[in-house]
């Protein structure tokens, strides 16, 4: 009967994400610059306008994913292919019941 134990219990792992590829002095910097410029009238980009250019940042940074966007598959595409898959695995199951079962 010593299957559970509520004595040392081990805690879930905690999230820890270290950036790679992430200099804050550098983005603060550039990102001075930028309001700098924007003030100075050199950059035509109003200040209300502005966004960060993060989208799509997270697909560069992984393979499988940037395999997927470059082969032009979309939620949908992958969605569609899970339904596929589920229907022929139903038939299937079907199939094998109707022949081995009846």
Do not use: C
């Given at each position: 009967?010593?299957?559970?134990?509520?004595?040392?219990?081990?805690?879930?792992?905690?999230?820890?994400?270290?950036p790679?590829?992430?200099?804050?002095?550098?983005?603060a910097?550039?990102?001075r610059?930028?309001?700098?410029?924007?003030?100075l009238?050199?950059?035509d980009?109003?200040?209300?306008?502005?966004?960060?250019?993060?989208?799509?940042?997270?697909?560069?940074?992984?393979?499988?994913?940037?395999?997927?966007?470059?082969?032009?598959?979309n939620?949908?595409?992958r969605?569609?292919?899970?339904?596929?898959?589920?229907?022929?695995?139903?038939?299937?199951?079907?199939?094998?019941?109707?022949?081995?079962f009846?």
């Amino acid at each position: 009967m010593a299957l559970f134990s509520f004595y040392g219990v081990r805690k879930p792992r905690q999230f820890e994400h270290k950036p790679i590829y992430w200099d804050p002095r550098k983005e603060a910097l550039e990102e001075r610059t930028r309001r700098i410029k924007r003030e100075l009238g050199v950059l035509d980009e109003p200040l209300e306008n502005y966004k960060p250019d993060i989208k799509g940042k997270f697909i560069e940074g992984t393979t499988h994913l940037k395999k997927s966007q470059l082969k032009g598959d979309n939620l949908r595409n992958r969605k569609y292919k899970n339904v596929k898959l589920a229907v022929a695995l139903a038939v299937l199951a079907t199939l094998l019941w109707v022949l081995f079962f009846k």
